[in-house]
């Protein structure tokens, strides 16, 4: 399969359910506190997703070659948990991180956007420093988006930043290609050398996912076949939104009126 270009009218329906996608993390957002399960985070997202907006969860029951279908609707990450966090009986605790992934199918396209929580205010510097940092290494990716850019200048944008800041970046899973299929090409990776791979053509439209690690970049999976932590338990964050190379730059598709603003590098944001 290749690189998909989409066309205005496709544009406008990704619009949509990348729009989408960004209001259920809005409005789940005031239910991460002390004491929520993330089963109960999940059941939120799932009733706005499925009889508010008429989406379908992508997550749930997907299954790619060589996994088990997802259980749940969402995907929920808590502090050394660096991705694919299965919703559970969980209780979240005062000072933990935590990722919540949404993934909508509005009319046959997907919309990918997560953020980063800090639950309750007791949360180490550490923690906090680390969820700032990978949102600006997000940022720092986004704003390399225009035509004739290559796939490595995002990476090597990234991964620069993460690394001046004494943290690690996640080898294993990428951005991705995104469209009518949740993973499409191309693969996006958040580290890399700037002119080399791909180069940018408007219509194109991608996921900017960085895992950032406090520690070292390996990682494990756990025996649920779909959670990853980080190998030496260090704390790990990540911010995805999803974007659209224009005819001068980007659009970040996956906007909303809750969503945190971009770091003061980000010059106009167009939404
Ligand atoms: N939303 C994730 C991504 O950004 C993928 C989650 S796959 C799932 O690519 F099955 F775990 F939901
Ligand atoms: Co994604
Ligand atoms: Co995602």
Not at 91 to 102: A, E, M, Q, T, W
Not at 189 to 212: A, D, N, R, S
Request: glycine content about 10%; charged content about 20%.
């Amino acid at each position: 399969m290749s690189i998909v270009q989409k066309t205005a009218s496709e544009i406008e329906v990704m619009r949509h359910a990348c729009r989408l996608a960004a209001e259920v993390l809005d409005v789940v957002a005031p239910h991460v506190v002390v004491g929520v399960t993330t089963a109960e985070l999940d059941r939120i997202c799932h009733d706005h997703m499925v009889d508010v907006q008429g989406c379908i969860p992508a997550p749930l029951n997907y299954a790619p070659p060589g996994y088990s279908p997802f259980p749940k609707s969402i995907c929920t990450s808590v502090n050394h948990q660096v991705c694919h966090g299965i919703p559970g009986e969980r209780v979240l605790k005062n000072g933990d991180i935590l990722n919540i992934d949404i993934t909508v199918i509005k009319d046959g396209f997907h919309g990918d956007t997560s953020r980063m929580f800090v639950v309750g205010d007791g949360a180490k510097l550490i923690a906090k420093r680390l969820c700032a940092v990978t949102y600006e290494c997000m940022w720092h990716g986004i704003v390399q988006v225009r035509p004739g850019a290559h796939l490595g200048d995002i990476g090597h944008a990234i991964q620069t930043h993460a690394q001046q800041a004494g943290f690690s970046v996640v080898r294993e899973f990428c951005g991705h290609g995104i469209g009518r299929r949740f993973h499409e090409e191309p693969q996006v990776l958040h580290y890399g050398k700037p002119g080399t791979g791909v180069e940018l053509v408007p219509g194109m439209t991608f996921t900017i996912e960085p895992m950032i690690n406090a520690g070292k970049a390996a990682i494990s999976e756990l025996p649920d076949g779909w959670t990853i932590i980080t190998r030496d338990r260090s704390l790990s964050a990540q911010w995805e939104h999803t974007v659209l190379v224009t005819e001068t730059g980007y659009e970040v598709l996956t906007v909303s009126p809750g969503m945190p603003v971009p770091p003061p590098f980000v010059a106009g944001l167009r939404t």
